[in-house]
């Protein structure tokens, strides 16, 4: 696998001088067809696919649908993916309003630590890095808060979504998070 780039590579770690030629490109295809392959076998068509499938792709009436035949919302697919991380990912809104709504637990799966909160800041925040900007509006952020979201969970390198949000200069995912936690109710002791 990968002999694609292992060619386009050599045996050194300088980039090649030329562009792939036909055998280097059909050794791709085969490669990526491989992988696709292991992702299938991973994890096969079921509903619960289609749902995570659907709530990437933004499809609202097929989400709907899905929700609407018993698939619950947030039932992992094969990869361990639920439908309210791809909405996310996916920066589908909607999507993501309709999940919450039919019951997607909004602090994610119990005991998964990478919540939908820090996936939200990560998506937002890995974007504008890659584009060179900052992030922008924390309108999923800002959803997922004032849905319940526990702006205080740590996630699996220990960090709150208020510290990641921090190291992807997110300005109004801290802003968001800050009200979230100056508004939250006050547990008094007993």
């Not at 996936?119 to 504008?128: K, L, S």
């Amino acid at each position: 696998m990968f002999t694609w780039l292992r060619t386009l590579l050599g045996s050194s770690n300088t980039r090649p001088n030329s562009a792939p030629g036909p055998d280097e490109l059909e050794a791709a295809a085969r490669d990526f067809d491989d992988i696709l392959l292991a992702v299938e076998a991973k994890n096969p068509p079921s509903p619960a696919r289609e749902l995570t499938d659907a709530a990437f792709r933004g499809d609202l009436e097929a989400v709907r649908r899905l929700l609407d035949s018993g698939v619950p919302a947030d039932v992992p697919d094969g990869m361990g993916k639920t439908a309210l991380h791809n909405a996310i990912e996916g920066g589908c809104v909607n999507v993501v309003t309709l999940l919450l709504d039919r019951g997607a637990n909004v602090d994610g799966p119990r005991g998964e630590p990478w919540t939908p909160l820090h996936h939200a800041i990560d998506v937002e925040g890995d974007a504008a890095s890659q584009l060179g900007t900052l992030p922008g509006e924390a309108t999923t952020i800002r959803l997922l808060l004032n849905r319940g979201a526990d702006p205080n969970r740590r996630g699996p390198r220990g960090q709150t979504p208020r510290e990641l949000a921090v190291e992807y200069d997110h300005h109004d995912a801290v802003r968001a998070i800050d009200e979230a936690i100056l508004n939250a109710p006050r547990k008094h002791p007993a």
